[in-house]
């Protein structure tokens, strides 16, 4: 795709979940798809009838196996954080119809116990996950998204540690 064309794309709804736990840190997994480590928070794209509060708490259990009742709401991004997939990625993920994603974030506190987490769901993402301090999750993340986690973990500093 030409640099045209792919600037036509519009971004797909998505959204995202910082998920804190009662220390401060944040859970992050290490995707299984890609072959070097590459490290996310649960995020996934709106279904046409969701709002995106419902879908980030379908993610994170489709993701985590962690269920509503071991989340509390703590915040949510005011507005859309946007990110541009890699040029070279456009025409490889989601069929060549999205540039990149709109995402909204939430900010839960779980409640539960990790012996709760359950990363080997109906479809597995993640190989591994661990709770990590928000910059060592910055640091793992794929470039590409490096800023859309720098300004999540901003628009969350007054809940994090």
């Known amino acids: 795709m030409t640099r ?17 736990n009662q220390d401060g840190r944040v859970f992050a997994a290490q995707r299984i798809d890609n072959p070097t480590p590459a490290w996310q928070m649960p995020q996934g794209g ?3 009838d969701e709002k995106p509060r419902k879908a980030a708490l379908r993610e994170l259990w489709e993701e985590t196996g962690i269920t509503e009742d071991l989340v509390e709401f703590v915040a949510k991004t005011k507005d859309w954080v946007t990110y541009d997939l ?12 999205y540039r990149g994603q709109k ?8 409640l539960g116990s990790d012996a709760q987490v359950n990363i080997e769901t109906e479809h597995p993402e993640f190989s591994v996950w661990a709770w990590m301090d928000h910059a060592e999750v910055i640091e793992k993340i794929v470039p590409f998204k490096r800023s859309v986690y ?3 973990f901003d628009a969350f500093a007054e809940h994090l540690r």
């Open 150 to 152: 720098e300004a999540v």
């Open 103 to 110: 995402q909204k974030w939430f900010l839960y506190r779980y």
């Open 46 to 48: 709106i279904d046409s």
């Open 4 to 20: 045209d064309e792919i600037e036509a794309l519009p971004y797909r709804p998505c959204v995202g979940v910082v998920l804190m």
């Open 86 to 97: 890699p040029d070279e990625m456009v025409g490889q993920i989601w069929g060549g119809r």
